[in-house]
């Protein structure tokens, strides 16, 4: 009767002459662990030196993959101490597996130069990949605005029902976490400005700050924020799902543009719906201001009111309202290239909503400092 090793024991090696002997017994799994080898490495670097490895496989029960890679582990050891490895004891079926391994020389280095020390090289590959990557953004722009060309006329293949899904996903449903993150942030540049305020009695004034501050910018850029973590990590998922199941090649082949049918809803669904959100964060974010104005700074409804009127005029609600468009547009197109550019694993789709979202925040936050310094210049 076969003996059972114990859960993880190593087997049992014995010597015999000037060979080392490990005898393999008892079914191997997985979930019996995996025995170390310092016995078998004990052995062969011991005196006298063994001419061979050898293996006793007359009493081994069933075996799986955990079998191979002990014995691989021990192969290993062999090497190291130039000891020849006779495999002859094994059954056929584990010998091929073995051989089968060993053809396949293991990757040792994930990407080219990736060990490199010389910072030349690696300046060299990295402006490679940058504009390869600035060359795949410009053609990626120019498809999109040609397929707005293509709208403008009448001719844009993509179905209504897409466009109006798009609509609801990046409005009606983005609405409560819009309001939070804005209702919050009025909250907090309330309670900022009145601790200053307060020490010249000036604390009104926290109606101009919350006013100002959220329409003309913070709003925009707070929900530019948020739909590049919702919206624009959604459409990269999405479109890098649909490169895993050939969906967008398939479209190719039939002679439909993905550009038109995946990506141009989406954009027009963001750029549309950017402008009415950050109308809504506008108003959201004030009355978290006028929350803390009327309970901790005991103003009245109706001062508050006033007071915020007459701070915030027309130009800063259009300069918010164009800053929303352009940050709607920015999340839209990070998310569509990333979802495009995606590789067909699920590895690769994880990966393209987080570039994407990276995309998105950066772009955006660039853009703002633009924004700013155009104002600042013009006056606005």
Sequence with gaps: MKRVT??????RVERRGTEVVVHLEGPWSLGRGIPKAAAVTDALRADPEPTALVYD?????????????????LSAEAERSRVPEDRSGLPEGVRGMLDLAEAVPARTRVRRYADSDDVVTQIGLTTIEVTRDFRQVLRFAGD?????????RGRA???????????????VEAMPIVALVSFL???ILAFVGAIQLERFGASIYVADLVGIAMVRDMAALMTGIVMAGRSGAAYAAEIGSMNVNEEIDALGTTGISPIDFVVLPRVLALVVMMPLLTIYADFVSILGGMFVGVTLL??????YSIQTTNAVDMNHLVLGLVKGTVYGGIVALS??????????????????????VVTAIVLIIAAAGVFSVASYVLGI
């Design 298 to 303: 005991d103003q009245t409804l109706v001062a």
């Design 6 to 11: 114990e859960r993880g024991a190593p087997p």
């Design 335 to 356: 998310g569509c290239l990333r979802g495009l550019q995606s590789g067909r694993s699920s590895l690769a789709v994880g990966a393209a909503a987080t570039s994407a």
């Design 57 to 73: 496989s007359s009493e081994l029960g069933t075996w799986d993959a955990s079998l191979l890679v002990y014995l691989r582990r």
């Design 185 to 187: 942030l009025g909250v």
């Design 157 to 171: 293949a993509f179905r209504g029902a897409d466009l109006w899904l798009a609509v609801q996903k990046a409005g």
């Design 144 to 152: 999109v605005v040609l397929s707005f060309g293509r709208l403008v």
